[in-house]
């Protein structure tokens, strides 16, 4: 979106240019804020969604190839797919039982630590944490919002 905070699938194709920073294999979306110190935290608006895969990346990380989606990539994911089964991408993929759904989803980075967690930010429950990560590069939020599925599964809005 023009205000950089919302992601969307929508049921038609466009045919655009290449360009190295365009995703080719996912439909991907890196945020434009990075981080490269510190402490950050940013929630995502999930509600009525049925697939999505949010988080952090590397500046660096390919836009070409096949991702496992993994920290020896330079990926921090959490997502959720086929209604209410959760997965933590870290190596190997760890599924999640959640007691509900989430609508909304807090990630909070602690540059130095090393530490990514996701929260279900109404429930203020920790849902999942990424623990001695070894962060080299910028990071950038990270967003998979699934396909479209006439307009079921549309969005996701960050703030």
Not at 94 to 121: I, T
Request: aromatic fraction near 14%.
């Amino acid at each position: 979106s023009d205000d950089g905070k919302q992601v969307n699938h929508g049921d038609v194709w466009n045919n655009l240019p290449d360009n190295p920073e365009r995703f080719t294999r996912y439909i991907a979306v890196l945020g434009t804020q990075s981080f490269s110190s510190g402490r950050f935290y940013f929630e995502v608006q999930v509600k009525g969604k049925t697939d999505w895969i949010l988080g952090v990346a590397t500046e660096s990380i390919s836009r070409n190839e096949e991702m496992t989606g993994s920290p020896e990539e330079g990926l921090w994911l959490l997502g959720a797919g086929d209604g209410n089964e959760y997965t933590a991408y870290d190596d190997p993929s760890v599924s999640l039982s959640l007691q509900s759904a989430p609508e909304k989803v807090g990630v909070f980075v602690d540059y130095e630590e090393g530490l990514v967690s996701f929260y279900d930010v109404d429930a203020a429950a920790l849902i999942y944490s990424f623990t001695g990560c070894s962060f080299t590069q910028k990071l950038h939020p990270f967003f998979i919002p699934g396909l479209s599925q006439s307009g079921k599964n549309s969005y996701v809005k960050c703030s």
